[in-house]
């Protein structure tokens, strides 16, 4: 069902859910920020930098609580993920504004039973996660995993009363059809998440299809042409991951698609994340369906049509207008 009657109540629900009482605001909700915190693995390879730094400059949008970080295959181990998202957020002007924890260096499987400990794998982004939902707002808590789930997992596992209190946007999975590396990196804890009832939406990737996030593409040379010096600029440059020194994102940019691979001559590069974090920006920019919630077993989607549970599937980004206002941002 594309976005009709049905998906409206979904959402209405969604924001019914909050679960707490809040202090009434005078301003309407849709001129209120969002408040946010991405979760990411950030040293994967360029998205994650992008999606961060729009989320972090996209201030009339977005109240961004802080920045959540895990380990996926990509990256080395949980420190160098802090350390770029570190960058990234220097880079923005907010060094002093925006905290950036350490989540999940393993998986959900390996550190789910030690939750109840004060100190576990991740437990520094899971407390924080735990601490922000559980806090009075005039808006709901958007969670914004862009890598694997195993942070978002971990939190709903150690205090599950947070599931009333948040809203859980990931970009993830080619939904229906299997594999994607957020999802392959911890599948347990998306099944989690799914079996839970906590307002959860995919923004699908759907790897060479125009249907997923996989569609929002920049070349090299769109980057090359239209970056260069944007954003704001610091007084104290940061080392970048590929060495030189920055004191913009724009500059920083130009030098993550100088060093990323290609696969053919075009230099094409799809900005997964960063679609994610703009329909949360304006749901218009996606098309959105409501599910029963499926699972994934044996590396195949199963479909439970019986299901009560239900969750939202985006898909179909508007590439022209997410990288309108991409560029607009930092311009």
Avoid at 95 to 119: C, H, M, Q, Y
Avoid at 305 to 329: H, M, Q, S, V
């Amino acid at each position: 069902m594309r976005t009709t009657a049905l998906l409206h109540a979904f959402l209405f629900t969604l924001l019914m859910m909050a679960g707490c009482k809040t202090k009434p605001s005078n301003q309407p909700e849709a001129a209120r920020p969002i408040p946010v915190i991405i979760d990411t693995d950030a040293n994967n390879e360029l998205d994650d930098q992008h999606a961060i730094a729009y989320l972090l400059l996209n201030t009339e949008a977005f109240q961004t609580i802080g920045v959540t970080v895990n380990a996926t295959w990509g990256g080395g181990e949980i420190e160098e993920h802090v350390k770029e998202a570190s960058r990234i957020v220097k880079l923005c002007g907010l060094e002093r504004k925006i905290p950036v924890l350490a989540g999940a260096n393993g998986n959900f499987p390996e550190i789910r039973e030690f939750t109840g400990d004060s100190i576990f794998d991740g437990h520094e982004a899971v407390d924080f996660i735990i601490d922000q939902a559980m806090k009075k707002r005039d808006r709901k808590l958007v969670l914004i995993p862009v890598g694997k789930l195993t942070n978002i997992a971990l939190a709903l596992k150690k205090e599950p009363a947070i599931a009333e209190r948040v809203r859980v946007v990931w970009l993830g999975s080619n939904y229906p059809d299997p594999g994607e590396y957020n999802q392959e990196n911890d599948t347990a804890s998306m099944n989690y998440v799914l079996g839970t009832d906590v307002p959860f939406e995919i923004a699908t990737v759907r790897y060479g299809k125009p249907s997923g996030t996989a569609a929002v593409t920049v070349t090299q040379e769109d980057i090359f042409g239209k970056m260069p010096g944007l954003g704001p600029h610091i007084e104290e440059p940061v080392t970048g991951r590929h060495g030189g020194t920055f004191s913009c994102f724009g500059d920083y940019s130009v030098s993550l698609f100088s060093h990323i691979e290609y696969d053919d001559d075009s230099k094409t590069r799809s900005l997964f994340d960063m679609a994610a974090v703009a329909i949360v920006k304006d749901s218009s920019w996606a098309t959105a369906s409501v599910i029963p919630a499926p699972v994934y077993l044996d590396g195949q989607w199963v479909e439970q049509p019986e299901n009560t549970r239900k969750i939202l599937i985006w898909e179909y980004f508007d590439r022209e207008k997410i990288l309108a206002d991409f560029y607009a941002t930092f311009e």
